[in-house]
């Protein structure tokens, strides 16, 4: 497999950069700090070369009634969830509100994709997959967070669908810093390329 990107079968898929995740808290903050700054690059890139963009963007209903309310034992934390706690199983973005906004260093342009998602996965009741092949796209560069959640979800469903990956293990992040980790060293590589942002960066032409 080439380690070099046709841009224009190349899409930058940036998963969930939002102010409700970015925003919520100082340590949160500083997490996503030099992930934005490396997300950045990439995404400068991705339009130089004119690959197609697209953002994965939760979208939940302010009701939640197309909320996922499966039964679990922690939440994303860890923190022990009872079948009856409601609030603990519910995502925390809803859309139209500020939460859900892409933060501004990665603002969208008006011809790029956004994608409303309601589920932890980029393709589940989306229209990403047909907007890919509409383009002839086959090789994702993927970014963004939670890696341990929506990453891990996209990278999975991308796969079964017989797409390209590129992980960019510095433009991903995740609370809790031993499950990126172990995704990043361990199960990415068997399904994908795991790239540093500068190793990205020399992949396009």
Known sequence: MSDKLDAARTCLLLFDFLRGHVDREEEARKRFAPVIANAARLLDAARRTRSMVAFA????RADRRTSAKTIRDTDNRLRPLKPDDVAGHMPIITGGTWEADIVPALAPLEDEFVVPKHRWSAFHGTYLDLALRTRSVNTIVLCGG????????????????DYNL????????????????????????????????????????
Not at 57 to 60: M, Q
Not at 149 to 155: D, E
């Open 57 to 60: 963007r939760a979208d939940h």
């Open 146 to 161: 939670s890696t341990d959640v929506g990453i891990a979800s996209t990278a999975f469903a991308a796969r079964d669908l």
């Open 166 to 205: 590129v992980i960019v293990s510095d433009a991903c992040t995740s609370p809790e810093a031993d499950n990126h980790d172990q995704l990043i060293r361990r199960v990415f590589p068997r399904m994908s390329r795991v790239r540093t942002t500068e190793q990205v960066l020399s992949m396009w032409p």
